[in-house]
């Protein structure tokens, strides 16, 4: 897009109709394939994918609802996983690594469940999607609209470019619709963490935990859930990493770069 603080130069723009909705992603690089779901917000475009270009070809699909991609009345994470099933053939991948984000690695966790056979190595970034009793996600209602981009950084100043302090028509509306597709896929939680439990109990492909050690969005406390419910999985914290891991942290970029690269 342009006007934005991120760049698309160098991807390549690839547009699927999938059951009526318009779907785009960018996909950049040579190698394995590599699939990557965003979180609850795309103001932050995919900059950091460009490290791993020489190494992988990075799919980066904008969920429906978000970004570029057509509208959609998904009611859950479920939809979105019936949806990729049918994405996934149409970008020509067969097996391939899986990465996710926040509410994209809950969607990466529900995605492999049910579809082991398609994942060779699956990455969750500070996932949501299980409760927990060592930790809690941050009440939003009680957090002033100043201080909710700093919520998602180490340095505020990294995210302001991203998420201005006075933002244009265009950039409010793509919040206000993203935010509104985010909650609309938001399923009882009680639900939801028992399913996950369950679906992922058979799960044997190789999995890393990557989590920001300050992260005030989906805290590091919920780790200790994700490892009861993947017990092989490997956990690698950054040291004063944030929600936006992958984005502002380098050092995580290249945790997911060596732990792909072992398979």
Same mark, same amino acid.
């Given at each position: 897009m342009s006007g934005w603080?991120?760049?698309?130069?160098?991807?390549?723009? %690839?547009?699927?109709?999938?059951?009526?909705?318009?779907? &785009?992603?960018?996909?950049?690089?040579?190698?394995?394939?590599?699939?990557?779901? !965003?979180?609850?917000?795309?103001? !932050?475009?995919?900059?950091? &994918?460009?490290? +791993?270009?020489?190494?992988?070809? &990075?799919?980066?699909p904008y969920h429906p609802g978000f970004g570029e991609s057509g509208d959609a009345g998904f009611a859950g994470i479920g939809?979105? &996983?019936? !949806?990729?099933?049918?994405?996934?053939?149409?970008?020509?991948?067969?097996?391939?690594?899986?990465?996710?984000a926040s509410m994209g690695g809950h969607m990466a966790a529900r995605y492999a469940a049910a579809n082991p056979g398609d994942i060779d190595r699956l990455v969750l970034v500070s996932p949501a999607g299980l409760m927990s009793q060592h930790a809690a996600m941050p009440d939003f209602s009680k957090v002033a609209p100043q201080d909710l981009p700093g919520m998602f950084v180490a340095d505020p100043a990294w995210v302001a470019p991203f998420w201005p302090a006075d933002p244009s028509p265009e950039w409010a509306a793509l919040r206000a619709r993203e935010s509104a597709a #985010?909650?609309?896929?938001?399923?009882?939680? #009680?639900?939801?963490?028992?399913?996950?439990?369950? #679906?992922?109990?058979?799960?044997?492909?190789?999995? %890393?935990? +990557?989590?920001?050690?300050?992260?005030?969005?989906?805290?590091?406390g919920y780790a200790r859930e994700w490892q009861d419910v993947l017990p092989q999985a490997r956990l690698e914290v950054i040291p004063g990493g944030s929600h936006l891991l992958l984005d502002e942290f380098p050092e995580a970029v290249e945790a997911l770069r060596r732990f792909l690269s072992e398979g």
């Open positions: 603080a991120y760049s698309t130069e160098g991807f390549e723009r %690839l547009v699927h109709r999938i059951e009526g909705i318009d779907t &785009v992603t960018y996909a950049i690089g040579e190698g394995a394939p590599l699939v990557y779901f !965003h979180g609850g917000g795309t103001f !932050h475009g995919f900059e950091w &994918v460009r490290a +791993l270009a020489g190494a992988f070809r &990075v799919y980066c939809d979105y &996983v019936a !949806h990729y099933e049918l994405l996934f053939p149409a970008l020509g991948l067969d097996t391939f690594h899986l990465a996710g #985010a909650f609309a896929s938001r399923e009882d939680l #009680a639900a939801t963490d028992r399913a996950l439990r369950q #679906a992922l109990k058979s799960f044997d492909r190789p999995t %890393l935990l +990557l989590w920001g050690e300050g992260d005030r969005i989906v805290p590091l």
